[in-house]
């Protein structure tokens, strides 16, 4: 009988997810049939004319119904019995969990400090500019950045759409003053910084009764419109054309050129635009440590508590004294400074700058980041901004799929696609995101004139209320 009753179960679920599977299918194929399905193509006589792509449409249809099939008849239940075991049987994950947090933080140091030279051991000089460029500076602006807005989100709970503004901010700053007064990157890059700062002040002042969505939409406007001023302020901004020609920095005034007062003539090597790539991933990398180190000094000082006190309920901060209006701007400040110096970076190592690379998908991707990552996790945003940076640029490498899909399929083009699909398993699998767990700011056992004592509650409510003894 028992043997029985599990094979009509097990019947029964493979009958449902096949049922789950094919509603799925159906909603799939009624979504990607205009997305997907059909292609506006221009001919050689300039018209357009609708071609179709029903072997990708069909590839993307059956790899969704296979997984949720497999969802529906193996993950689902495994997700179900492991809620319903004791509390008890987690111990062995957690100390697992533990362990592994106290080893991926220096491991991913080292990793970092050794990257450049084990690319260059790994793929050689040619192939090393592309991984240390595309994949380590790029992915370590969007941890800075990331890290920035992990302030204005994370610690003081304060939703800005508009962060890539203090990001243009830094960058036309550095652009701008480097070229007309001919200052060097090392005086510029704390000037953009402050300059950053002052406009996420100006922000401040106007947001400062609002909250939720009412602040998302006025940030969202004030990234609008930093971008339409450097649009059409044509005479200083130079409009959509941008701004070329801005100087790279240099290692102690030594320019990184072929020239005879370059870098690797002064070394009396051969010249090579590893040099400055290398220097340039160094030179990200201590900003994004410092800003770390920053983060982490004021999470512990008692502005940091009041961003945290702030995220959770305004009102009890108001009740308890804490100058809300200071913290709302001290938050936006400190997040927009470091924008402001990941801005004038990302000028000195493009060389050019314009309005383009300031939209609001930018600032999607960064929140997306912070999001994703696990809101007031310095870990956990590192960990995203690698996923989300590093998988667009790993799509790239990708040329063997146009071999399944045609020679017109282009990987990067689903990138948006893959994001949306990755926020929504998080946000079912762990809706806190990939860290949810954070450190305490502060514990009771770090002040030693606290007593760690229990107090007894009040039985007669006669007696006077307890107080705790501080011992010297």
């Known amino acids: 009988m028992a043997q029985e009753a599990s094979l009509s179960a097990s019947r029964v679920d493979i009958v449902r997810a096949l049922r789950e599977a094919a509603i799925t299918a159906l909603i799939s194929f009624g979504m990607f049939l205009p997305l997907i399905g059909f292609n506006t193509v221009q001919n050689i006589h300039n018209e357009l004319v609708l071609e179709t792509r029903w072997p990708l449409l069909a590839a993307l249809v059956g790899i969704i119904t296979v997984g949720r099939f497999l969802h529906a008849l193996l ?20 100390v697992w969990r533990a362990r592994l947090g106290r080893w991926l933080i220096p491991f991913t140091l080292g990793f970092a400090v050794v990257y450049p030279p084990l690319a260059l051991s790994v793929v050689g000089v040619q192939g090393a500019v592309k991984w240390i460029d595309n994949f380590g500076v790029q992915i370590l602006i969007y941890v800075m950045l990331g890290w920035g807005l992990n302030i204005v989100v994370g610690l003081a709970g304060l939703l800005d759409l508009g962060y890539v503004a203090f990001y243009a901010v830094g960058a036309y700053s550095y652009a701008l003053l480097a070229k007309t007064f001919g200052l060097s990157f090392w005086l510029l890059l704390p000037l953009a910084g402050c300059l950053a700062a002052f406009w996420g002040i100006l922000l401040g002042f106007p947001v400062l009764r609002l909250r939720g969505d009412y602040l998302a939409i006025v940030t969202l406007a004030f990234g609008e419109i930093i971008r339409l001023v450097l649009i059409n302020w044509v005479p200083v901004t130079n409009g959509y054309a941008g701004i070329s020609s801005i100087p790279r920095p240099t290692f102690f005034g030594i320019p990184f050129n072929a020239s005879d007062e370059g870098f690797a003539a002064r070394l009396g090597l051969e010249f090579s635009p590893i040099y400055r790539t290398i220097f340039l991933y160094y030179v990200i990398l201590a900003l994004a440590l ?52 990941a801005g004038s970076f990302f000028a000195a190592r493009q060389g050019f700058i314009s ?29 995203a901004a690698v996923i ?27 990138r948006m696609l893959l994001f949306g699909f990755a926020m929504v398993l998080i946000m079912v699998w762990k809706p806190r995101g990939l860290i949810a767990t954070r450190e ?7 002040y030693p004139g606290a007593s760690t004592v229990p107090l007894r509650p009040r039985t007669n409510l006669a007696e006077p209320p307890l107080v705790r003894e501080h011992h010297p």
Request: glycine residues 8%; charged residues 20%.
């Open 440 to 446: 305490p700011s502060a514990l009771l056992s770090d």
């Open 75 to 94: 993950i689902a239940p495994w997700l179900a019995r492991r809620a319903m075991r004791p509390r008890q049987q987690h111990g062995a994950s957690a």
């Open 290 to 341: 410092v800003t770390a180190a920053i983060t982490l000094r004021l999470r512990r000082l008692p502005i940091g508590r009041a961003w945290e006190a702030l995220r959770e309920d305004e009102i009890a901060c108001r009740s308890l004294g804490i100058n809300t209006t200071n913290t709302k701007l001290t938050a936006f400040a400190m997040g927009a400074m470091f924008a402001g110096f």
């Open 388 to 414: 989300m940076i590093g998988g667009t640029e790993i799509m790239r490498e990708l040329d063997f799929l146009k071999l399944v899909f045609g020679n017109d399929f282009d990987p990067t083009q689903y």
């Open 355 to 383: 309005p383009e690379s300031f939209t609001f998908m930018e600032s999607a991707v960064i929140v997306a980041i912070v999001v994703l990552g696990g809101m007031g996790s310095l870990l956990g945003v590192a960990i």
